[in-house]
């Protein structure tokens, strides 16, 4: 098949294709004779393996690590354990950064609302950012 259809068919485009081409995700292609790509079926699934593991919030990397290791024919389930594993710590990690960065705006606008109208007379540039929060808490 040509990379139009096998495009449609993997619900990507002609440009995404030669990319994963071009970074080693996908193997090239056949060529026929008057040197069009030509694609097989297995093209389909490698595509479709490749967007669910970008799903899956993996880089293109490591699903490209993940490809080797099958392309060399090995199973790589136990590799794919083991990346998912450490994107989840990242990803909750993440999470639990955003929830101190939300703790945190809060803090500030709660003092924002709070605060006499005449505390931004002495500001540099906006009294809200530059409030030492634990000092302010202090004197409570």
Same mark, same amino acid.
């Given at each position: 098949?040509?990379?139009?259809?096998?495009?449609?068919?993997?619900?990507?485009?002609?440009?995404?294709?030669?990319?994963?081409?071009?970074?080693?995700?996908?193997?090239?292609?056949?060529?026929?004779?008057?040197?069009?790509?030509?694609?097989?079926?297995?093209?389909?699934? =490698? %595509?479709?393996? !490749? @967007?669910?593991?970008? #799903?899956?919030?993996?880089? /293109?990397?490591?699903?490209? +690590?993940? &490809?080797?290791?099958?392309?060399?024919?090995?199973?790589?389930?136990?590799?794919?354990?083991?990346?998912?594993?450490? =994107? %989840?710590?990242? !990803? @909750?990690?993440?999470? #639990?950064?955003?929830?101190? /960065?939300?703790?945190?705006? +809060?803090? &500030?606008?709660?003092?924002?609302?709070?605060?006499?109208?005449?505390?931004?007379?002495?500001?540099?540039?906006?009294?809200? %950012?530059?409030?030492?929060?634990?000092?302010? #808490?202090?004197?409570?």
């Amino acid at each position: 098949m040509q990379i139009g259809e096998l495009a449609q068919l993997s619900n990507t485009t002609a440009k995404t294709i030669r990319f994963y081409e071009d970074s080693g995700l996908l193997p090239p292609p056949a060529r026929t004779a008057s040197g069009y790509r030509d694609y097989g079926p297995e093209f389909v699934d =490698r %595509l479709r393996f !490749i @967007r669910r593991g970008q #799903a899956a919030g993996l880089t /293109l990397q490591k699903v490209r +690590q993940i &490809l080797v290791i099958h392309d060399r024919g090995e199973a790589p389930c136990g590799h794919v354990r083991q990346v998912l594993t450490t =994107r %989840l710590d990242e !990803i @909750r990690a993440q999470l #639990a950064e955003l929830v101190a /960065l939300e703790g945190h705006l +809060q803090t &500030l606008l709660d003092h924002a609302a709070h605060a006499p109208p005449t505390e931004h007379d002495h500001a540099t540039v906006c009294w809200i %950012l530059e409030s030492d929060l634990n000092a302010d #808490a202090a004197q409570d």
